[in-house]
């Protein structure tokens, strides 16, 4: 989150924030809808047909507000390096290009690091895991540079932010009898968007008061004791609570953290029923000893 921000604090002058907005729904109404008053609602009848879906594959320059976007029918990588290697075809052959991405398999698949290297003019030798071709697509020292958000952090991409003003003033509400409509629609707005309304999105966060947050809403969820939380999902937390109390050690001196050593000492059977009743052996173990490493760090501090 930290890196994220501090691009976007200081953009480079070819900053791209990228993402895919999958399954955008061509329905169309089997009856009319009803106009009524001035100020009420039309009224609209519930029934539908469904005419496919849209993948819509956007990339928003940060300094200007300006969008490039094409409809696809899936967002699967051969999909992404085909619209990938478009737009960087449109941009200065002699500048640095930077792109937020989020943690999708195909923004970092082999195929797709071997495209980047292409483009760069670079040789690429394969790298067996993900979080390998992560770090290269990170590395600076090339014409294409890649920024990952933090795992669950799409809201750090700006392109959600272009995403939801599509649908707000184009999408919803709205019907499409077929999906080549739908995909005028959507061009016809990135369009008008790139004519007459793109503008700078000028990013001022900087993180402030999140990581309390994030421990705060830990807590809450032990403290509800559902047992609908995923293993996964408590393994994540406990990573989380270590990160965050190795990063930023102002933090545990705080009552959210005081909260949570309480309550790791509280809710431990119901921390192990969830631990012992997965099926997934790996996960399972990994857990087991995120829980005993953030035991210790809670018991370490004052």
């Known amino acids: 989150m930290n890196h994220i921000t501090g691009v976007y604090l200081n953009p480079a002058e070819y900053l791209f924030c990228f993402d895919e907005c999958p399954g955008i729904q061509a329905l169309r109404s089997l009856c009319p809808d009803l106009p009524v008053d001035r100020n009420t609602a039309n009224y609209r009848d519930f029934q539908y047909e469904r005419n496919g879906t849209v993948d819509l594959l956007a990339f928003l320059r940060v300094k200007t507000g300006n969008v490039f976007g094409r409809c696809t029918d899936n967002h699967n990588r051969h999909s992404l390096i085909s619209v990938f290697k478009e737009h960087v075809s449109l941009q200065p052959k002699d500048v640095q290009l930077h792109y937020i991405m989020d943690n999708l398999n195909t923004h970092f698949h082999d195929d797709f690091c071997t495209t980047v290297a292409n483009l760069c003019n670079m040789k690429y030798e394969p790298l067996k895991y993900g979080v390998e071709r992560r770090q290269w697509l990170q590395k600076d020292d090339k014409r294409i540079v890649v920024h990952f958000t933090p795992f669950h952090g799409s809201w750090l991409n700006m392109i959600e932010i272009w995403f ?94 005081n909260q949570l050593k309480e309550l790791i000492v509280l809710k431990n059977d119901y921390i192990t ?27 370490c501090q004052n």
Do not use: C
């Open 273 to 299: 029923a969830i631990i012992n009743n997965s099926d997934k052996v790996r996960i399972r173990q990994k857990a087991q000893q995120n829980l005993e490493n953030i035991t210790k760090i809670l018991n």
């Open 164 to 257: 939801g003003i599509l649908n707000q003033k184009s999408l919803k509400y709205r019907r499409f009898p077929d999906t080549d409509i739908l995909k005028k629609i959507i061009l016809d707005f990135i369009n008008t968007w790139n004519k007459h309304y793109a503008h700078p999105f000028n990013w001022k966060y900087k993180g402030d008061g999140l990581h309390k947050n994030a421990v705060s809403r830990f807590n809450k969820v032990l403290l509800i004791e559902s047992y609908q939380m995923d293993i996964s999902f408590l393994n994540k937390q406990f990573l989380l609570m270590s990160n965050i109390s190795q990063l930023f050690p102002s933090i545990v001196k705080t009552k959210q953290w």
